[in-house]
């Protein structure tokens, strides 16, 4: 089984630069995508289904903000809109998929702003989240969480650490929510197979940054510790374009 993530930065804008194209050859078993900017209401059919794909949208109540979508081969048993909590799920921030197995959950975290502004609001939401996925895994199902989680959790997920210690993204807060996350029995499955450094997963669209790698890891993959052992590998596929993100995968065995 393969599951992609990918923060597309606007779906009908990343369809014009060959998603299609992409989808049909990579051809995962589940795509999750944060910040499509859109209803499902405001899509073709071709983006809501394409190559005989289902899928499931969950939109921010504001028109052109947030939203988060799966794309899936297989029905899933289940799909859950949200974490519960009314304010979190007007922005369309999480969507989750119920196998067998495992719960699959697609998160868009909140920016912390440039002036920090909603760092409350987004350590609010890392809290809650994190109850979220506890109570899934109290259904003696494990659990998948991948998205942008808009953290660089080490100073080696970051090109430039020093100079960014007080950004959004980087902050203290929220790399101490990273520690607390990991430390409830769940690793960052990127990590797990490797401690690389150079390896990004976002990057500014200013001119040069994206061709000099001057990026910071922003999109994860993590999972219970006890279905470590389910995952093959984790890759980044930073050949693809079409948003200032690329998209991230894992297999499962």
């Known amino acids: 089984m393969k599951l992609v993530s990918w923060n597309v930065n606007g779906v009908r804008s990343v369809t014009r630069y060959g998603f299609f194209d992409w989808l049909a050859k990579f051809s995962p078993d589940v795509l ?6 859109a209803q499902k209401d405001q899509l073709s059919q071709e983006i809501i289904s394409p190559l005989k794909y289902g899928s499931h949208w969950h939109s921010a109540v504001a028109k052109g903000y947030s939203g988060v979508s799966m794309y899936f081969k297989k029905e899933p048993l289940n799909i859950i809109e949200g974490i519960g909590n009314k304010e979190i799920d007007s ?4 969507l989750t998929l119920e196998y067998k197995d495992f719960f699959l959950v697609n998160a868009y975290f909140p920016n912390s702003g440039r002036d920090h502004a909603r760092l409350p ?11 979220f996925l506890n109570k899934l895994k109290k259904k ?9 989680f808009n953290i660089a959790h080490k100073e080696m997920d970051l090109a430039n650490p020093k100079s960014n210690m007080k950004n959004a993204g980087f902050l203290p807060q929220e790399r101490a929510w990273m520690d607390e996350f990991i430390k409830k029995d769940y690793i960052d499955v990127y990590r797990h197979f490797s401690q ?17 790698n001057i990026g910071w890891r922003l999109d994860y993959f993590c999972s ?5 052992d389910r995952i093959e590998s984790m890759l980044h596929l930073t050949q693809i374009k079409g948003s200032d993100h ?3 995968v894992i ?3």
Not at 32 to 37: A, G, H, R, V
Not at 196 to 212: A, M
């Open 251 to 253: 297999k499962l065995k």
């Open 196 to 212: 690389d450094i150079g390896s990004y997963t976002w990057w500014s669209y200013r001119p040069g940054v994206r061709e000099r």
């Open 224 to 228: 219970d510790i006890d279905f470590a």
């Open 91 to 94: 922005e369309g921030r999480v």
């Open 246 to 248: 690329c998209p991230v």
């Open 32 to 37: 999750c995508l944060q910040e499509t900017k």
């Open 121 to 131: 609001y987004k350590l609010k939401f890392c809290k809650e989240i994190l109850i």
């Open 140 to 148: 003696n199902k494990h659990v998948v969480i991948c998205g942008d």
